[in-house]
């Protein structure tokens, strides 16, 4: 690879962690080691060919088109979270990969499947997701903290509310959803 392949790869994974908090190569490699898959099952779940995940993994591309493959993305990071604290088993986990490679997408809100607790409420983590998902399609993470820095002299909480939900880890949102809670 010479010095120009390297610092548009470089690139490439700056943008990858402003749009989706980290290197997609990163993300994947969490997404196969938490759920148990190879490459091309990952790639089959989300829809995408086994070539244009190894060129997002590899840097080689930055950014996902489909916003449908971005979704389930999300959903698979929300099951692999599941599986780790025990709440979702390894059978469970297929079947439910079974769903978000069948689903389309769509409206980041409309999709409540298997996100609800026992009283029917979405759940915390959730409704986060939710939030920083639709912050997350309108805007890159650099400029939603770009914003956020011309927000803050006047108005410093909604400020603060485009760090933590568009540019933040979702522990943080959630923390933050919390401690705003009445």
């Given amino acids: 690879m010479d010095a120009a392949q390297q610092e548009a790869t470089a690139r490439a994974r700056e943008l990858q962690r402003n749009w989706y908090g980290e290197p997609l190569g990163a993300l994947f490699r969490k997404l196969i080691d938490d759920l148990g898959l190879n ?31 971005v979704q389930r993305v999300q959903l698979l990071q929300e099951l692999a979270a599941q599986v780790a ?7 469970e986990a297929t079947e439910r990969m079974d769903e978000i490679k069948r689903s389309q997408g769509g409206s980041v809100l409309s999709n409540t499947t298997h996100t609800t607790n026992s009283s029917g409420a979405p759940t915390v983590k959730r409704v986060v997701r939710e939030i920083q998902s639709l912050l997350r399609s309108v805007a890159a993470a650099g400029d939603i903290l770009q914003a956020a820095d011309t927000l803050a002299p006047t108005h410093p909480e909604l400020a603060e509310f485009l760090r933590v939900y568009g540019a933040g880890r979702t522990s943080d949102a959630v923390a933050h959803y919390q401690s705003h809670q009445s």
Wanted: hydrophobic share 45%.
């Fill in 39 to 69: 490459q091309a099952r990952l790639a089959g779940v989300l829809g995408l060919s086994a070539p244009m995940l190894s060129q997002l993994m590899s840097g080689q591309r930055a950014k996902i088109g489909n916003p449908a493959v």
């Fill in 85 to 91: 604290d025990g709440s979702v088993s390894a059978a």
